[in-house]
C-alpha cells in the first residue's frame, strides 16, 4: 500500500509558477512510477506528466511540453512537478498517481494508488 499527499496548490495569476509535491508513505518509493493528473468539473482526469522509478525517463503531454518538469527525489519519498507560464484553463485538481513499475504510462487505468489531489487556480 503507498499513500499520497499532494501539496503546493494555490491561486496564481496568469503566466504565473507553481511548484506541486507529491510525498509518499508505505512501501518502498523508488519502485513506482509516478504520474500526475489533473480534473475540471465535467470533464474526464488527463494525463500530465509522469516520471519513471529512477527519474531518467519522464513523459508530458504535448499541452505542457517546454513549460511543466517532473522530478524526483527517492530520498525523500517526494515527486515534483514545477508548473511555469500558467494558462487559466489549466486551473484544475492535480492529482499524483503511484504505479507499481518501474516504467511509467500516460494511462490513468494503469495507476494503483491516487491522492486527494491538489487545487490549481489560474486567474485571467
Known amino acids: 500500500q503507498v499513500q499520497l499527499v499532494e501539496s503546493g496548490g494555490g491561486l496564481v495569476q496568469t503566466g504565473g509558477s507553481l511548484r506541486l509535491s507529491c510525498t509518499a508513505s508505505g512501501r518502498t518509493f523508488g519502485n513506482y512510477a509516478i504520474g500526475w493528473f489533473r480534473q475540471t468539473p465535467g470533464k474526464e482526469r488527463e494525463f500530465v506528466a509522469a516520471?519513471?522509478?529512477?527519474?531518467?525517463?519522464?513523459y508530458y503531454a504535448d499541452s505542457v511540453k517546454g513549460r511543466f518538469t517532473i522530478s524526483r527525489d527517492n530520498a525523500k519519498n517526494t515527486v515534483y512537478l514545477q508548473m511555469n507560464s500558467l494558462k487559466p484553463e489549466e486551473s484544475a485538481v492535480y492529482y499524483c498517481a503511484a504505479r507499481g513499475a518501474i516504467r511509467a504510462t500516460m494511462a490513468k487505468s494503469r495507476y494503483d494508488y491516487w491522492g486527494q489531489g491538489t487545487q490549481v487556480t489560474v486567474s485571467s
Open positions: 516520471i519513471n522509478w529512477s527519474g531518467g525517463s519522464s
